[in-house]
């Protein structure tokens, strides 16, 4: 078997652009011009690209140089040639304004949006890939280098601390909520009017049908810690793995829904829904900023931070 030294080409990409110049402007004269080299040093790299090709390329007919009927399938593969070096010479740069960001749903959807035109307007050239899933998901392809950073509204796992670096980004605030005159708060005489809100105890909201994301999202972790440890008998009717769908669905007046403050803010504000406030639960909670320990901090991968620090 032939190790890669064996089978490395002889052919040089100086000869291939000596030739291509050649077979463009019909003379060695005008290559060397073009290529800012002697006339000697260009009738020289094309003798040897002949040489290490075992044909002729042109014929000489006097100081003229005619293409051979071999020269053109070859200038169609050098120009590939040289088309794809000039690619690799330029990956780097590439590479320099390229970021992958993950994000969880929340912030995906409704907060990383300003922070990337932002991020646009300080690198319109910017090549950025997303990729938004729950906490756990991106978690996960933190993990496996396959995004370079990412916006999650779960603390990280002990397990995840591994090979990733966390740094609390933001402070975002949970909110229950229900329909405007639902059927479930109907019976209930808290309504507060100077808040605009529901006040319920805890034995209250237990007997009350919930919506929570699904386990692994960083809300229902959130809630599992903060919320439904105080409701060990509530009834989680649903969960769902979108948060538009818990926002409609409790439009639809099937149930109460917990989401980031940020989701259903639009609805709080015209009245469609109503705040519930709870008694001695505090839904406030950390969002993360999160990156693998061993993945490389490019200048874009700082100016992101420097924008999402900076709001």
Known sequence: MQTIAQT?????????????????????????????????????????????????????????????PNAHAVYVQAQAILGQAVTLEH???????????????????????????????????????????????????IEQLNIDIALVEGMPRPIDSKVIEKRAWRTDTLILFAKRDSKWLADLTAYDQGENCYRLTIEQLARLPLLVREPGSGTRQIIDEQLLQHLPNAEVIMAIQQSE???????????????????????????????????????????????????HQSAIWQTFIDIIQAN
């Not at 291939?16 to 005008?30: E, K, N």
């Not at 011009?33 to 009738?43: G, I, M, R």
């Not at 912030?107 to 932002?118: C, E, Q």
């Not at 409609?248 to 519930?276: F, N, R, W, Y």
């Open 8 to 68: 490395l080409p002889k052919i040089t990409l100086k000869q291939l652009a000596v030739f291509v110049s050649i077979y463009q402007t019909g003379s060695t004269s005008r290559a060397s011009e073009q290529l800012h080299l002697s006339q000697s040093a260009v009738s020289s790299a094309l003798s040897e690209l002949e040489s290490r090709m075992q044909m002729p390329l042109f014929e000489r007919v006097g100081r003229r140089l005619n293409q051979h």
């Open 91 to 141: 990956y780097h740069k590439h590479q320099a304004g390229q970021i992958h960001i993950g994000a969880s749903t929340t912030i995906g959807n409704y907060v990383l949006p300003p922070l990337l035109a932002k991020l646009y307007q300080v690198l319109p050239n910017a090549n950025v890939n997303m990729y938004i899933a729950n906490t756990q998901e991106v978690v996960s392809e």
């Open 245 to 295: 769908a818990i926002k409609h669905m409790v439009s639809a007046d099937i149930g109460l829904g917990c989401l980031s403050q940020h989701v259903i803010e639009t609805e709080l504000a015209c009245g469609k829904l109503v705040p519930v406030k709870v008694a001695g639960i505090d839904l406030a909670r950390s969002w993360w900023l999160v990156w693998h320990k061993a993945r």
